[in-house]
């Protein structure tokens, strides 16, 4: 008598896309036939309306395409398959692509013709994707969106980093240690500076760079994020707003010891960065452990500006604009203030 084994499969799927790949890979390898052996990720940016740019993949007769809401396209063709989504920023559009495919010719050129689409408009400035992650429900959700990296700071913007930024980052990138801890009240440039970091590892990698980013305290009461930081591919991880999270262990921090691990512990980061920003304003807020010698590269007091130091920042935002240099000359005639941080020395030049 012959045993038969059988076998069920409970299968998991986020959507009607996802289903039909995994059941065409599961029919596959039960009939010992290789389907899609080949993957690539396009990423890309734009400066062309999201919409018309689906529409214009859409429409490409190389495959039969689906759209399951405006910026979500299923893509079918011979020997290859392929997801993509995108999202708007204010002058510009990201977008994501993955593409499976019976073998290495047949990807390429899903994905030339679909960079073809962007034509003249795509970006070609280096950039980087922000991987966020968030608490929704009960579960932590994660989103994509492609940044494009900005151009150099001004060093007047920084009075406290000597030699300027531009060396300061290329320290920083170059150096064994792997946190850096960005202190000072709102609006005093932290979030510029960290983005000037993340686009100078996308010029070092060529473009492109990928970073874990996180606000949500809670989104960090699991291992789950570390775990994928350090098993992954992200380049650095940033969290801001970290206030809770700095503080001494002593006064109950209970979600440091996880960083600590990841920066100099028995796992390693492997070279890759962590960043913090906060507003506290003290060094002796933060966790002692965090920013010894040998696990921090620096913490950087990001302070506001006083007026000599602000109406060179202006002077020079004002790029020879003969009627914003008038502006920045009567506001800074008899400063009104003792300090300006620098989002309100920008918000006076505009």
Sequence with gaps: MEEQLKLGLNLRTHDVPEMVFKARVASALQEGKNRYPIHRRVRFGA?????????????????????IHASYIVMDGDGMFATGWGSRKADYCSCTFHIHARDI??????????????????????????NWHFIAGNEVESA????????????????????????????????????????GPPGTGKTRLIRAILGEISRRNDGEAQVMYTGDLKALET??????????????FVVEDADHLLKPRSDGNQH???????ADGVVRS??????????????GDLDEALIRPGRCFGRLNVRTLSPDEA??????????????????????AEPSQRSYS???VFEMVK
């Design 270 to 283: 492997q070279g890759r960065k962590i960043i913090f920003s906060t507003n506290l304003p003290n060094v």
């Design 144 to 183: 994509e969106i492609e940044e494009i990296a900005d151009g150099a700071l001004m060093d007047e913007a920084y009075p406290e980093i000597k030699g300027g930024v531009s060396a300061f980052i290329e320290s920083y990138l170059d150096a064994k240690e792997t946190v850096l801890v960005l202190q």
């Design 342 to 344: 620098l989002a309100k």
């Design 105 to 130: 010719a047949t990807a390429e050129a899903a994905r030339d013709r679909i960079l073809s689409k962007a034509a003249a408009t795509r970006i070609t400035e280096p950039m980087f994707t922000i």
């Design 223 to 236: 291992d789950a994020l570390f775990v994928k930081f350090i098993t992954g591919w992200d380049d650095a």
């Design 256 to 262: 440091l010891h996880r960083f600590l691990t990841i």
């Design 311 to 332: 109406s060179k920042v202006a002077v020079k935002a004002a790029a020879g604009d003969p009627v914003k240099l008038e502006k920045v000359a009567k506001a800074f």
């Design 47 to 67: 400066r062309v309306e999201l919409e018309a740019l689906m529409d214009a993949i859409a429409l490409d007769p190389s495959w039969r395409a689906e759209r």
